[in-house]
């Protein structure tokens, strides 16, 4: 599997048989994102939740590639899916889509989709672990620390974990690894961090730290790299 970073909590998952999983698709309006919209061609989209920064160009981009929407029902549910294959399901579901099993697991964060009559319930944000014999990726989402990342994200053997690290809206670095402790993961992609002034991190300083204090393999991505799993 190849995990590559657009910026933010954005980024791109290549399945062993090909298959493209885009994550958080915000590209326009996106200050780190170095693409545009057009220039996605995913399979499948995932979102974590509804707010603008993670929704993003989701609906135009699967759209445009005839791709699936897997997200949660309630979130589903408040937008126009009209025309778009979609998944809507909920928390400790899983689906297989082609070569990929994809589960979806708990986050502690809000979620609201706007509209031009205003904001709506936009259900629960969660997170997702994605499944490609014989690798396993957790996208945490928008989360806060929360114990169930030891006792039951981390039983499906991580080799890599997307955790945010810009506090204010999210956990913050050093949460995010004691997340990386409990996960177990091999690596971690530190994200969600330096898109906002509210966000900004030192995150040479959150990669040493967590190399120092757990197992885990710091991958500092710019926008744009990927690793090779």
């Not at 979620?111 to 009559?117: F, G, I, K, L």
Request: glycine fraction near 10%; proline fraction near 3%.
């Amino acid at each position: 599997m190849r995990i590559t970073y657009h910026g933010h909590a954005c980024c791109s998952l290549f399945t062993a048989g090909g298959m493209e999983i885009l994550i958080d698709p915000f590209i326009t309006g996106n200050p780190q994102c170095r693409q545009a919209a057009a220039d996605f061609h995913p399979d499948a989209i995932l979102l974590t939740h509804g707010h603008n920064d993670h929704l993003g160009d989701a609906l135009a981009i699967a759209r445009a590639n005839n791709a699936v929407l897997i997200g949660q029902v309630d979130l589903l549910n408040q937008l126009d899916t009209q025309g778009i294959d979609n998944i809507a399901f909920n928390l400790g579901g899983s689906v297989n889509v082609r070569d990929a099993q994809i589960h979806m697991v708990a986050a502690w964060h809000g979620s609201s989709v706007a509209r031009e009559d205003g904001k709506h319930y936009g259900g629960v944000a969660c997170g997702y672990v994605v499944e490609d014999e014989p690798h396993s990726v957790y996208h945490a989402g928008d989360t806060a620390l929360f114990g169930d990342m030891g006792t039951v994200i981390s039983r499906y053997g991580l080799d890599c974990a997307l955790l945010p690290i810009g506090g204010f809206y999210t956990m913050g670095s050093a949460d995010a690894i004691t997340a990386a402790h409990w996960l177990k993961a091999k690596q971690v992609i530190p994200m969600h961090y330096n898109t906002f002034p509210a966000i900004t991190v030192d995150v040479a300083e959150f990669a040493r730290q967590l190399e120092d204090k757990t197992e885990s393999r710091a991958a500092v991505l710019a926008p744009g790299e990927s690793i090779q799993l």
